[in-house]
Each structure stands twice: as structure tokens, then as C-alpha cells.
């Protein structure tokens, strides 16, 4: 099937809900249940991975589905290690440009070091909102992330872009009038149909005043068979998953201005950069084979 495109034409999916596909359904039962209450016996792609990540915060269904994975693709370790690596780098990006508030969409389960952390060692007082669909994953960064006045988590689900859009704890927590940073890392890829993830990506850049931040990272369809082989075993094992060319993230960022790398591979971005971790000789080799792009991009000012 060809990839779809960002045109307005391409646009057919209901707006109520843009997970919703009829011919191939988003969903398996058992992960549809995992969106809406917690159920441990079904692996999330939160928990698959925080296991990847070395986290605690998994069940033996998590572990399962990872060590399929695995199988299948022996550096998907190092991609999260190196997605989170991306996340830091980019949220030190924006808080150097001035950024102050931040909305973070697909947030998962906390880690050692997450995004209000990192925004506010920069500039304390940054404001942070942290969105995911998993309800467990909302729990744990209520107790663990929303810790100060700054910060706060709500469960919301970016197939229903309009609700985050129009929502007004969002908007009595962020001053929508000024910049702010929008992360979408390691989630649009969840959104199984092209015209869905445009959309909801159309719909989110309305909230963004001149002078905001995209920052995204995204499974790279680099026309490897094992990344084509890892697609068909996460969706199988976890939640619908699909690759995407640079191109067409291009499409989904048309008309901002790239910032550093702009849209590159993962590799491209973290190199030199001292504080991944990542810097060994193995893992720069290893860097290179993994199916992740990323970018930053800004509204004009
Ligand atoms: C692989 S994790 C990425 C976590 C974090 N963004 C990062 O890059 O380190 C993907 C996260 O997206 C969340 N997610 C998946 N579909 C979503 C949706 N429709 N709306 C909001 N969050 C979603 C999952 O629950 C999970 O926590």
C-alpha cells in the first residue's frame, strides 16, 4: 500500500476518533482493554518499554512481548536508550531557545530523568504537561512526575487531537499566547493510518504560537526486512506500530523551520553528544542500523 500524504484530500478519517479504522482494526481486543483500565496480563507499549529501558515498572507480559522483539531486532534496547537520549537533548534544545512550557504527549512511564526535570535544571518555573492514553502510565507520573505546582498529567489520547486542543486545564496550565515545546516521541507511530496521524499532527499545530517547537521521533521505514519484521511483531505482541519514511514525517512538519539536523536519523543527532551515553564505539556502529527518525522543528516567528 502506498504511503499516504499530508494533503488536505487525504483527510477521510472521522474526527471523533482517529485511532478508528475500519478495514484494519487499530486495536487488538486485549490492547484496546489496556487503553481503557489496567490490565497487567496484556503488554503496553509503556511497559514494554520501561523493560527495554532497564525500568521495573513491567509485568511478565511486557517482558514477554520484549523478548520477542528482541528476537527480532537485538537493538531495540539501544533505540530506546537512544530515543530518551534524543528527548533530553531536544527538551536542553528548547529550554536554551527560551522555552518555558512543554507539552508532552505519549510521555510513558517516568524514567531517571524525564522532561520537567530536564526543562526546569535549565530554567526553573517551566511548565510541563505530560499526556498519555495508558491509565497506569497517568498514575505513575501523577505520584512520581507531578510533583510541583509546574507540572501536572492528564490522560488524554491523541486520537482525539481536538479534545487536547480545546482542553482548558491545558490551557489554564500553559499560556497557548507564547511558545511552547510539543513532544511527540515515539508515539505518532501508534497512529496506524497516514491521514489519521496527519491530521491529528494539522490539528496540534494549531495550538502552536509563532515561535513554538516541534520535536518528534518516529519508526523509520528504512526498507530493511527486519524493521519490517519488528513492525509485524509489535503489532502482533503489543499495539499496532508503522514505519514511516523521513519524507513523510517531512510532510507532517511542511512549513516550519528546521532547527540543528532538522529531520535525521537518530544517529545524525546524537553524535557528539557526550551526555547520551552512547558514545562508545559499539553503540556508534550499532547507532547507525537502528530505524528511528527524528526532528526539530519551529513555527516562524
Ligand atoms: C514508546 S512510549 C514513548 C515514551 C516517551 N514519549 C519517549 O519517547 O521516551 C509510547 C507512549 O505513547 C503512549 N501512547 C500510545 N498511543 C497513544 C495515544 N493514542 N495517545 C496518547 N498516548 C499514546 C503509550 O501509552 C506510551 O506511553
Not at 499545530?205 to 518528534?216: D, N, Q, T
Request: net charge negative; hydrophobic share 45%; proline share 6%.
Amino acid at each position: 500500500m502506498p504511503y499516504g500524504r499530508c494533503g488536505d484530500d487525504d483527510a477521510t478519517w472521522p474526527a471523533e476518533d482517529a485511532c478508528a479504522d475500519e478495514e484494519t482494526p487499530l486495536l487488538h481486543a486485549g490492547a484496546a482493554a489496556a487503553r481503557e483500565r489496567f490490565t497487567p496480563d496484556v503488554a503496553t507499549s509503556a511497559r514494554v518499554y520501561n523493560w527495554l529501558l532497564g525500568g521495573k515498572d513491567n509485568f511478565a507480559a511486557d517482558r514477554a512481548a520484549g523478548a520477542r522483539l528482541l528476537e527480532v531486532m537485538p537493538e531495540v534496547r539501544l533505540a530506546a536508550r537512544a530515543n530518551r537520549a534524543f528527548l533530553r537533548q531536544a527538551v536542553r534544545r528548547l529550554a536554551a531557545a527560551g522555552v518555558r512550557q512543554f507539552l508532552d504527549i505519549g510521555c510513558g512511564l517516568p524514567v531517571a530523568e524525564n522532561t520537567h526535570e530536564i526543562a526546569q535544571r535549565a530554567a526553573p518555573g517551566s511548565r510541563v504537561v505530560y499526556i498519555d492514553v495508558d491509565p497506569m502510565v497517568v498514575t505513575h507520573a501523577r505520584a512520581l512526575l507531578a510533583t510541583d505546582d509546574h507540572t501536572i498529567a492528564l490522560r488524554r489520547t491523541l486520537c482525539d487531537p481536538w479534545r487536547i486542543v480545546t482542553d482548558p486545564v491545558i490551557r489554564a496550565h500553559l499560556d497557548l499566547s507564547r511558545p511552547i515545546g510539543l513532544l511527540l516521541l515515539a508515539v505518532l507511530h501508534h497512529l496506524r493510518r497516514d491521514a489519521a496521524a496527519c491530521e491529528v499532527v494539522r490539528i496540534l499545530r494549531r495550538m502552536l504560537a509563532p515561535g513554538s517547537f516541534v520535536v518528534l521521533s518516529h519508526l523509520l521505514d528504512d526498507g530493511q526486512p527486519q524493521t519490517w519484521r519488528a513492525q509485524a511483531v509489535y503489532s502482533e505482541a503489543v499495539v499496532p506500530v508503522r514505519a514511516r519514511t523521513a519524507e513523510w514525517v517531512a510532510e507532517l512538519v511542511d512549513g516550519m523551520e528546521p532547527v540543528a539536523h532538522g529531520i535525521a536519523h537518530i544517529s545524525v543527532w546524537l553524535e557528539g553528544d557526550e551526555s547520551s551515553g552512547l558514545g562508545s564505539i559499539y553503540d556508534r556502529a550499532a547507532l547507525k542500523q537502528i530505524p528511528l527518525v527524528c526532528a526539530i522543528v519551529r513555527t516562524p516567528a
